[in-house]
């Protein structure tokens, strides 16, 4: 954990390497030619220690020749220097007076690093402070296992090395329990997952990060670890040197982030010998994956060895053994070596015990399986019918758990030949994290969380699946909902229908089975499309879903499919207000397929006044249906504080965000000058609705989310909002005005640009005609596709807005004097909303 000082590192650190050194431009050409990190590694250490020693020499050395050493510590004290990371010192000092009265000297030492281009990190302290447990700044503490002298006051290291040894033996457990906090909470960062679309090479769980754990357990001597194989990841870890070096090369800063364009990139590279991205993530994939699971079981050996209650636990599993699978140290092993090799049906009876205690293979026991991968091969290619094996695999609590290991060894795809096509892919959008494989298994997590949630808005989803006959069918659907993306041809929806009824047949999976798992996988985007894309308060919506869903237990189906489809998209995607959208698309759909035959006219109320006729007179029938009594008294106070000024607005909060609700005499672009305002208040509009009422009163509302919290953490921004949306409503500002001072949005990648697209649809709704336009995402373009309908004398109804990290979706139902459009209206509006959304 250390490095001596030579006898030529003297007092006074005049030492130099007299050996000339290759210039950082050298050392990038060459590096980019070979792809050789350690060399990197090797060259950069030596040209900052150069670097250290000249500032030592020049600043340090002559008014602190005692009492001060200069320590390589962390990345630096590995040697192990990335292209632009941190260069990590610590000032080792005699006492803090002398820290304090050399603070000057200390201040240009520093000085000078930072005028060498170095990124310094950097501590001062003293040995006892290098030999004690920092619980609130643990990183301290592991700096220094990987110190090393560089210059100074030898005889002050020479004090500080026997006490910093005993230090780490005395505190190893401690220290290795601190380890696994930091690493887990890491790692529930990236959702616990190496297979992300987009992954941090060094933070992300099987990052650098973990392969320095694992290097930090070996230094600190932790004893109980012999399960685990220091070699499995040599050649893991220089690969990732290799990735990290170019990504600091290619962004010339400390870029840590595999961006779609950096595994193009990558894949070019000389020394990659991969022939695409896809081929070079596959790679990577397992190599991180690797280095996750050396890393998860040295965690689970450390936490479990020294927790006595989790310990006493996992002592109670043991008891769970049978005579096929025996539970020691908390993880199934075989009882016979043999087991696999004579009777290979039992790998599935293996799984189905993994999914119903949800306890891990051992090590010993993945071994087993890759051993007798032939046999297995053979097993699974002449098993025919074994419906009933995985329905017992899948109606079990544990059963993503199974399944994931199932994945780790190879037989997953030996059951479903279907899922190698799927396994480690990526696909090529900014609103998915994770490769389909892992979105797929996420899909059946979210079920399991589900079962046991109680967060109010979800529960009522929970209940949904106590009403379902057969949990087993949902996850087989689950299961296969996207393997038709491997196929990488036309609609994946069908796709996966044809491949899936081949997987279902030759499982013999009887019919009734068959035919749900079928029509959930073809309609699994049909509940998610309603619900950002059609007025779920309109007739037609809801007729259109009952003839897709059928019946009622379809629709329970299909409503927790999509539940866990949408929530496996990433972390943020299944949002209040999507979730507030899913169940209503689910009430609206179940009121269809229930209801009475009776008559859509709704009486408008009589003899309730002269202002409230006035007021409703000419409005919609869909505004009774869409807005409760106590809404509709809402609009008429706020009506007549707009008959005194003019304008009269109301800024709420909702479960799912925002609702801005504004009463306006009529005008031209009116609703864009809104929307554009909401825009440059940084605020994510997600639907909108425009009324009108015989006096020519405009009620608009707008339901938005504040992805920064501003109005949340700054309450009084919510009178500054309302203050620019009178302004601007009253003719007094221009949006435009406020447009301009948004920030512009970070650009996607080039390969993943959004092509514009604007479609339109008289069948959707019989009132009025739909607009269907996908773009690139930027602030103001609901304004501009807005002023673009007011130019072309439309009417907007009704607005849903989506957007998929820069790929906005948005929906207008739009009319031009009470009816839909005629064709040659819509060949001239489409070319004025596609030259709008190519900006």
Same mark, same amino acid.
């Given at each position: 954990m250390s490095q001596k000082p030579s006898e030529s590192e003297t007092t006074t650190g005049e030492r130099l390497h007299s050996d000339p050194a290759p210039t950082w431009e050298l050392i990038r050409d060459q590096f980019l030619a070979n792809g050789d990190a350690g060399e990197v590694f090797r060259q950069r250490s030596r040209l900052v220690e150069q670097e250290v020693q000249r500032a030592f020499v020049a600043h340090l050395a002559p008014e602190v020749p005692t009492g001060l050493a200069v320590l390589a510590v962390g990345g630096y004290g590995r040697q192990e220097l990335f292209p632009y990371s941190d260069v990590d010192v610590c000032l080792l000092v005699d006492n803090d007076k002398l820290a304090e009265e050399k603070r000057g000297n200390i201040s240009s030492f520093l000085q000078a690093l930072w005028d060498a281009n170095l990124r310094v990190s950097q501590s001062v302290r003293t040995v006892p402070e290098c030999c004690e447990l920092h619980d609130t700044n643990i990183e301290l503490n592991v700096s220094l296992i990987d110190q090393r002298f560089l210059a100074g006051d030898a005889g002050l290291y020479s004090r500080l090395e026997p006490k910093l040894k005993k230090f780490f033996e005395n505190q190893r457990v401690s220290l290795a329990?601190?380890?696994?906090?930091?690493?887990?909470?890491?790692?529930?960062?990236?959702?616990?997952?190496?297979?992300?679309?987009?992954?941090?090479?060094k933070e992300g769980p099987g990052g650098l990060r973990d392969v320095h754990l694992l290097e930090w357990f070996h230094k600190l001597d932790i004893t109980g670890l012999h399960d685990i194989s220091w070699r499995d990841v040599d050649?893991?870890?220089h690969f990732l040197a290799q990735v990290r070096c170019f990504l600091h090369y290619r962004s010339r800063r400390d870029n840590n982030n595999l961006s779609f364009e950096a595994q193009d990139d990558l894949a070019e590279q000389k020394y990659s010998q991969l022939e695409s991205a896809d081929a070079w993530m596959r790679?990577?994939?397992?190599?991180?994956?690797?280095?996750?699971?050396?890393?998860?079981?040295?965690?689970?050996?450390?936490?479990?060895?020294?927790?006595?209650?989790?310990?006493?636990? !996992?002592?109670?599993r043991s008891r769970l053994s049978n005579a096929e699978f025996t539970v020691s140290k908390d993880r199934v092993l075989l009882k016979s070596s043999q087991t696999l090799e004579t009777d290979p049906s039992s790998v599935l009876r293996l799984f189905q015990f993994v999914a119903r205690h949800g306890i891990a293979l051992s090590l010993d026991c993945e071994r087993r399986i890759m051993e007798a991968y032939p046999k297995l091969r053979e097993f699974f290619a002449n098993a025919g019918p074994i419906w009933p094996s995985v329905r017992e695999l899948l109606l079990?609590?544990?059963?993503?758990?199974?399944? !994931?290991?199932?994945?780790?060894?190879?037989?997953?795809?030996?059951?479903?030949?279907?899922?190698?096509?799927?396994?480690?892919?990526?696909? !090529?959008?900014?609103?998915?994290?994770?490769?389909?494989?892992?979105?797929t298994v996420v899909t059946i997590e979210n079920l399991q969380k589900l079962a046991r949630t109680t967060e109010p808005g979800h529960r009522r989803f929970s209940t949904l699946?106590?009403?379902?006959?057969?949990?087993?069918?949902?996850?087989?659907?689950?299961?296969?909902?996207?393997?038709?993306k491997g196929a990488r041809t036309g609609n994946h929806s069908e796709e996966s229908v044809r491949m899936a009824r081949e997987t279902l047949d030759r499982l013999g999976t009887p019919d009734k089975a068959r035919d749900m798992i079928l029509f959930l996988i073809d309609q699994h985007l049909a509940l998610s499309a309603a619900m950002t894309g059609r007025d779920l308060d309109d007739p037609a919506t809801a007729r259109m879903l009952a003839d897709k869903v059928g019946t009622i237990e379809g629709l329970r189906y299909l409503t927790l499919l999509t539940y866990a489809d949408v929530a496996a998209v990433n972390p943020t995607a299944l949002s209040p207000w999507r979730l507030e959208q899913l169940w209503r698309v689910y009430l609206c759909t179940?009121?269809?397929?229930?209801?009475?035959?009776?008559?859509?006219?709704?009486?408008?109320?009589?003899?309730?006044?002269?202002e409230r006729e006035s007021f409703l007179k000419g409005l919609p029938v869909r505004y009774l249906r869409t807005h409760s009594e106590p809404e509709i008294r809402m609009h008429l106070?706020?009506?007549? !504080?707009?008959?005194?000024?003019?304008?009269?607005?109301?800024?709420?909060?909702?479960?799912?965000?925002?609702?801005?609700?504004?009463?306006?005499?009529?005008?031209?672009?009116?609703f864009a000058s809104v929307a554009g305002a909401l825009a440059s208040f940084g605020m994510n509009i997600l639907k909108a609705e425009a009324f009108a009422n015989q006096q020519g009163t405009i009620l608009d509302t707008f339901a938005f989310a504040d992805p920064a919290r501003t109005l949340e953490l700054n309450p009084s921004e919510v009178d500054r909002l309302q203050s620019i949306l009178e302004r601007v409503l009253l003719g007094r500002l221009h949006v435009r005005e406020l447009l301009r001072s948004r920030p512009k949005p970070s650009l996607p990648s080039k390969r993943v640009m959004i092509t514009p697209k604007v479609s339109f649809n008289n069948e959707a709704s019989e009132t009025a005609t739909l607009v269907e336009l996908v773009a690139e995402d930027r602030p103001g373009l609901l304004y501009d596709v807005a002023s673009a309908l007011s130019n072309s004398g439309c009417n907007i109804e009704l607005v849903l807005v989506d957007t998929e990290a820069h790929k906005a979706m948005d929906v207008f139902y739009i009319s031009t004097a009470g009816k839909k459009l005629a064709s040659d209206h819509m060949q001239r509006l489409k070319a004025s909303l596609e030259a709008v959304c190519a900006g």
């Open positions: 329990r601190h380890l696994c906090r930091l690493a887990r909470s890491r790692h529930a960062q990236y959702q616990n997952t190496v297979f992300h679309l987009e992954p941090n090479i050649e893991p870890r790679e990577y994939f397992r190599h991180v994956r690797a280095i996750e699971g050396a890393a998860s079981r040295a965690m689970d050996a450390i936490e479990s060895k020294h927790n006595v209650l989790l310990a006493g636990f !996992r002592e109670w079990q609590p544990h059963a993503a758990m199974a399944l !994931r290991s199932m994945q780790d060894c190879g037989v997953l795809r030996l059951l479903f030949p279907e899922w190698e096509g799927i396994e480690h892919m990526v696909t !090529r959008d900014f609103y998915h994290r994770y490769t389909v494989d892992e979105h699946l106590t009403e379902i006959e057969d949990i087993s069918v949902l996850r087989t659907a689950l299961l296969l909902h996207d393997v038709g179940h009121h269809e397929l229930t209801r009475e035959l009776q008559t859509d006219r709704i009486q408008l109320p009589l003899g309730e006044g002269g106070e706020l009506e007549g !504080r707009r008959k005194e000024a003019e304008v009269a607005l109301d800024i709420r909060k909702t479960e799912g965000g925002y609702m801005l609700t504004v009463l306006a005499k009529d005008r031209l672009h009116l």
